[in-house]
């Protein structure tokens, strides 16, 4: 049966990578970005890193920095407003999984109608969204490269998963550098969220052989880098592999049908005070029938 895969149409990847969205940013014909990320990521300089790339070009932006772990509908309308006050017509989004889903939901509402909660499920917009430039911060569930996003609905205490090729990334961003910045805990656990996510691409029944390669793949380099070198390294070398590996995953979940095959067994409470998808028991158990074999990997 044939499937549609959604790859970002650039992917930057390597040390120095930030310095490259310059040229991209200036084919799109755009003329302000909201930067969207969080006040821990300002806080740790991992954001200064991108401003000073972006003040070099004399590219004019502003920042909404309120991004909320396990972002709201009412997150993505305040990233929304900020979008309309300052007259930004693109995103540069910072961060891991938190910053780019508000990112893609902030652009999705730039160019569709309405409230965000009319999107959830699959492929409900009608208009590509704003351009975005996804820079990535984390080894985790490679959101800056998916075609999904998860926002939580305070108000009918849920998280919506939206499935839409409308919002993926113009440019995804890994810079191997900036994850440098990050602590070390979290990068230990975004860590074991790739793995996850890997693990789950493997088992569930919407796997194919191309989907196979990638994710067996990613789950040989996490197992052989996801380990102390990595996690406290110093210089970028030790944590290639392992942001290489994380994408991987995300890379091959571009299906609009691959939801459909997963279960996330995380309820609304939990997944409040559990900031990612860490611990592995809870995000992997899925219920027997979306599962095609046991996982075996030498």
């Known amino acids: 049966m044939a499937k549609t895969y959604y790859f970002p149409p650039i992917v930057i990847l390597g040390p120095g990578a930030i310095e490259l969205i310059v040229p991209e940013i200036q084919k799109m014909n755009v003329k302000k970005a909201l930067v969207v990320t969080d006040k821990v990521l300002i806080e740790a ?13 004399k590219i004019p932006y502003a920042i909404f920095s309120d991004v909320k772990p396990n972002p709201t509908v009412a997150n993505v309308n305040a990233g929304y ?17 938190s910053p ?16 965000l909660c009319d999107y959830e499920g699959v492929g409900k917009t009608a208009n590509k969204s704003l351009p975005i430039v996804a820079i990535n911060t984390t080894a985790g569930t490679a959101s800056e490269a998916t075609i999904n996003y998860v926002i939580t609905d305070e108000k009918r205490k849920l998280k919506m998963v939206i499935v839409d090729p409308n919002s993926i990334a113009t440019v995804a961003v890994n810079d191997p550098v900036l994850m440098l910045k990050m602590p070390k805990a979290l990068t230990a656990a975004t860590g074991m969220d790739a793995l996850t996510h890997a693990v789950e691409g493997y088992t569930t029944a919407g796997a194919t052989p191309f989907t196979d390669m990638y994710n067996i793949e990613a789950i040989r380099v996490i197992a052989a880098n996801l380990r102390k070198q990595s996690v406290t390294a110093k210089i970028w070398m030790p944590v290639m592999p392992w942001l290489m590996a994380s994408l991987l995953p995300g890379w091959v979940s571009q299906t609009a049908d691959w939801e459909s095959f997963t279960r996330w067994p995380i309820s609304w409470a939990d997944s409040m005070i559990c900031r990612m998808a860490s611990a592995m028991p809870s995000c992997y158990l899925m219920s027997s029938h979306t599962m095609r074999m046991p996982l075996a990997i030498a």
């Open 100 to 115: 780019q889903d508000t990112g893609k939901g902030v652009a999705i509402l730039g160019t569709n109608p309405g409230d």
């Open 81 to 97: 407003q900020a979008l309309l006050d300052n007259e930004c017509d693109f995103i540069v989004s910072i961060g891991g999984g």
């Open 45 to 57: 300089g991992v954001v200064q890193s991108v401003l000073d790339v972006l003040e070099g070009a």
